[in-house]
């Protein structure tokens, strides 16, 4: 099957068999291995890219669905000469171990500071309407789907929490 996938800006044609999963083209076919297999089962975080956006497990999204939408990767965020606000606090605040689920933990992150940026409410949040106060409890409900297997989790929020209070701007251009 013929599809064109558009990842980190650039238009790509790829064949693939229709069961092939977006993390797989991605991996296998793009040879963008920044996306990692955790689980295979949407449990773990370690797949997530944004299409249109938005956060999503690229196990559990096959290949097919993201035809036509925009797909970033943590590869479209930013270089180790230029990293992205996010990518810059992770090293900052040391939110990685063995870092297996950085990439993951980093786009999850650019969504959700996304999410919270149009005042969409968590489990945790007080009121349904309204800005978003990010504290350490938004943050971790709000990461909840990511899972670091080394319990870097104090150094994650933290990265998270400088990254949130930077100018609007300067995260904004991590998603784009």
């Known amino acids: 099957m013929q599809i064109t996938l558009s990842v980190n800006g650039e238009t790509r044609g790829l064949d693939l068999d229709p069961r092939v999963t977006l993390l797989d083209a991605l991996r296998d076919h793009l040879r963008l291995t920044g996306s990692k297999k955790g689980c295979d089962h949407g449990q773990c975080g370690a797949c997530t890219v944004l299409m249109d956006g938005r956060r999503v497990n ?8 993201a035809e036509g939408a925009e797909i970033t990767t943590v590869e479209g965020l930013g270089s180790p000469e230029a990293p992205a606000a996010l990518q810059a606090e992770f090293t900052a605040c040391d939110g990685f171990q063995c870092g297996y689920c950085t990439p993951g933990q980093i786009m999850s992150a650019t969504g959700m500071l996304g999410e919270a940026r149009e005042g969409w ?3 945790v949040s007080p009121s349904l309407a309204g800005p978003v106060s990010l504290s350490d409890g938004e943050i971790a409900e709000r990461m909840s789907g990511n899972l670091c297997r080394c319990a870097a989790y104090p150094s994650i929020r933290q990265a998270i929490a400088k990254a949130a209070a930077l100018p609007d701007e300067t995260v904004a251009e991590a998603g784009e």
Not at 58 to 65: G, S
């Open 58 to 65: 690229a196990c559990l999204v096959l290949a097919a669905m």
């Open 121 to 123: 409410p968590s489990h």
